[in-house]
């Protein structure tokens, strides 16, 4: 369009630093991601949803019954949950519109949880403490463009 915005995205302008380069704006970096399997991947993470929301709850279900008396242990691992709403998120993101900068955030925030799924699967105590680390680190980064993004001078000057 001659205003500078996209047919395909409207509300996203060329002068937009992450647009151009976006997949699935077919920018010069990918073309879009064919309809099937964009649905393919908001199946595996419909169903890595619902995965993770199961074992999560299953996990309550279990620390009660626990604290109840009525099992002694279980050999479920939060490691389930974590992986699995990681996975769905990760694979959400290549789905839907997303900027250069949003997609790397989610991205990170989906590696983070996926990681501290499996850092519960690791028996060598330092590599467990590294990767705990890199989640941290994943999630403060994250959080953190959150945060900057929300503070702006002009919202500061209005208040």
Same mark, same amino acid.
């Given at each position: 369009?001659?205003?500078?915005?996209?047919?395909t995205?409207?509300?996203?302008?060329s002068r937009?630093?992450f647009?151009?380069s976006?997949?699935?704006?077919?920018?010069a970096?990918?073309? &879009? $991601?064919?309809?099937?399997?964009? +649905?393919? /991947?908001? !199946?595996?993470s419909? =169903?890595?949803?619902?995965?993770?929301?199961?074992t999560a709850?299953?996990?309550?279900a279990?620390?009660a019954?626990?604290?109840?008396?009525h099992?002694?242990?279980?050999?479920?691992?939060?490691a389930? &949950? $974590?992986?699995?709403?990681?996975l +769905?998120? /990760?694979? !959400?993101?290549f789905t =839907?519109?997303?900027?250069?900068a949003?997609?790397w955030?989610?991205?990170?925030?989906s590696?983070a949880?996926?990681?501290?799924?499996?850092?519960q699967f690791?028996?060598?105590?330092?590599?467990?403490?590294?990767?705990?680390?890199?989640?941290?680190?994943l999630?403060?980064?994250?959080?953190?463009?959150?945060?900057?993004?929300l503070?702006r001078?002009?919202?500061?000057?209005?208040?």
């Amino acid at each position: 369009m001659k205003d500078g915005t996209s047919q395909t995205h409207p509300e996203r302008s060329s002068r937009d630093p992450f647009f151009a380069s976006s997949a699935l704006a077919g920018g010069a970096k990918g073309a &879009p $991601l064919s309809q099937t399997l964009k +649905s393919a /991947l908001r !199946l595996l993470s419909a =169903i890595s949803l619902v995965f993770a929301i199961v074992t999560a709850l299953l996990l309550v279900a279990l620390d009660a019954a626990h604290l109840s008396g009525h099992i002694s242990s279980w050999h479920i691992k939060s490691a389930f &949950p $974590l992986i699995g709403i990681g996975l +769905s998120y /990760l694979l !959400l993101q290549f789905t =839907i519109p997303r900027s250069r900068a949003q997609r790397w955030l989610s991205i990170a925030v989906s590696g983070a949880f996926i990681i501290w799924g499996a850092e519960q699967f690791v028996p060598a105590p330092r590599i467990a403490t590294l990767m705990d680390d890199i989640v941290v680190f994943l999630f403060v980064t994250e959080l953190a463009f959150v945060i900057h993004s929300l503070i702006r001078p002009q919202e500061i000057e209005g208040d």
